[in-house]
């Protein structure tokens, strides 16, 4: 089954405890990115990476990072989380840019 | 200034009604457009693509309207499966990015 695969589902944390949350797709897409959704806000884009090894800063990507070694993986990594950055997570990914987006189930994160 | 924008909403409609919801994008650039529905806490999931000549999938229409900037959704005779948020996402050539609007509430009434 075609899938954008996303853990954990949910999460709670400390400040400064650093995470890693995983993404990985199936479809061998091109595009992956990673969003945050907060009440009111919408979904606001992290960071976003066209290919392997080539990744990009979203509207909103202090206090995380990214990387991508390999098509199918896209982890966010959260160094010294801290609690505004509880929130929605989602990741997504695309055959290419313009094509439709297939998110992953989400992670809500909260961190204490 | 939002490169996305829609009313919240929330809509309160009965079954069978007619619904339409408005989108506007501030950048000229922009190529591609969608609407996407969101179940609550969960993950969007396209609805439909919007094309320039406009489209229609059973219930639903979409349409764009490049000199205005605005692109629309109408779904006729509404269900009680149709509650959920409509999210707009636009792509802009240059940006290499997916923008999503806020997002607007549908709830149908029995």
């Known amino acids: 089954e075609a899938q954008v695969t996303q853990n954990p589902r949910y999460l709670i944390t400390v400040t400064g405890k650093k995470l890693t949350v995983t993404c990985s797709q199936n479809m061998n897409h091109e595009y992956m990115s990673w969003y945050r959704q907060d009440p009111g806000l919408g979904l606001r884009q992290i960071y976003y990476s066209m290919n392997v090894e080539v990744t990009d800063k979203g509207d909103v990507p202090e206090g995380y990072k990214v990387s991508r070694k390999e098509k199918r993986n896209f982890p966010l990594i959260l160094e010294s989380p801290s609690p505004n950055q509880t929130s929605l997570y989602f990741c997504?990914?695309?055959?290419?840019?313009?094509?439709?987006?297939?998110f992953g189930s989400g992670t809500q994160l909260s961190v204490l | 200034r939002k490169e996305v924008e829609q009313d919240p909403g929330p809509f309160n409609v009965p079954e069978g009604a007619t619904v339409a919801f408005n989108c506007t994008y501030s950048n000229s650039a922009s190529q591609s457009f969608f609407w996407y529905r969101q179940d609550c806490r969960k993950e969007p999931k396209l609805l439909m693509s919007v094309y320039s000549s406009g489209n229609e999938d059973g219930r639903f229409t979409a349409q764009l309207n490049r000199a205005s900037q605005y692109i629309s959704l109408l779904i006729r005779d509404s269900k009680l499966s149709d509650s959920a948020t409509y999210l707009c996402v636009v792509i802009i050539r240059t940006g290499n990015q997916f923008y999503f609007g806020t997002g607007t509430s549908l709830t149908v009434i029995p």
């Open positions: 997504a990914s695309s055959s290419f840019l313009g094509e439709k987006l297939f």
